[in-house]
């Protein structure tokens, strides 16, 4: 079965500097999507970025980018010039290849990251 | 505008009765999921369904019931045999196959005493 970790539950960054978040999972398959999305306090589940496993060019959505390791199983989330609104929980996922059937296409998450940002 | 609504946000039960918890999109979307959140534990998946008539169970199905009679709307029973209801539960769906992400409703949050 696949897993993903994020193994910083809790992380801190300074208003307009650089952090990155860590993200790794563990699959046998070769074609899959990874995810990350933001829950800011209001609870709403927002995506922030997204990438295939087949494409070997790390996506990039303005001031997030993405460090995608397929040999070693990493995704990470680099948010550039961080901004007061970008407080929030931040939950790395993993979505199998889905062929119109079976549970493969579900989505499976980490337990979160929780970004505070400090002006 | 196209969305996902949950009604309502704060919900409140007397333990023993069952609940249910509205879920309805128009995304046009044939996939639709409910998940579980608790503190420090991320999102669980309950129930699914990817096309109407047809549902799933997930990976914390017991004590939960779900229908998909209209593509729009997936409700989910939360019954008397769900041990540790109170939590925040979020619907989300997606277009079926490939790497369509889910899109997310508000949540509604669940407190059983």
């Known amino acids: 079965a696949q897993t993903v970790t994020q193994s910083q539950p809790e992380m801190s960054v300074q208003e307009a500097e650089t952090v990155t978040l860590s993200c790794t999972y563990d699959?046998?398959?070769?074609?899959?999507?990874l995810f990350w999305y933001k829950q800011p306090p209001s609870r709403q589940m927002i995506l922030v970025i997204r990438q295939e496993a087949y494409k070997q060019q790390n996506a990039t959505e303005n001031r997030f980018s993405v460090n995608f390791q397929k040999a070693a199983k990493s995704f990470s989330l680099k948010i550039s010039d961080s901004q007061l609104g970008d407080a929030a929980m931040y939950f790395c996922?993993?979505?199998?290849?889905?062929?119109?059937?079976?549970?493969?296409?579900?989505?499976?998450f980490g337990k979160g990251t929780k970004l505070s940002v400090k002006p | 505008d196209g969305g996902i609504t949950q009604s309502p946000k704060y919900l409140f039960r007397k333990e023993g009765q069952n609940v249910t918890l509205s879920c309805e999109q128009n995304l046009n979307h044939d996939a639709m999921y409910w998940y579980r959140q608790d503190p420090g534990q991320g999102l669980r998946l309950i129930y699914y369904s990817q096309i109407v008539n047809d549902f799933q169970k997930g990976d914390i199905a017991e004590g939960y019931s779900v229908s998909r009679e209209k593509k729009e709307s997936f409700p989910l029973t939360v019954t008397s045999a769900q041990k540790n209801p109170t939590a925040f539960y979020l619907c989300?769906?997606?277009?079926?196959?490939?790497?369509?992400?889910?899109?997310f409703g508000p949540g509604t949050r669940l407190t059983v005493t």
């Open positions: 996922a993993y979505k199998g290849y889905m062929n119109y059937g079976g549970s493969q296409g579900n989505l499976i």
């Open positions: 699959t046998s398959e070769s074609d899959y999507y």
């Open positions: 989300a769906s997606s277009s079926r196959g490939g790497g369509y992400e889910q899109y």
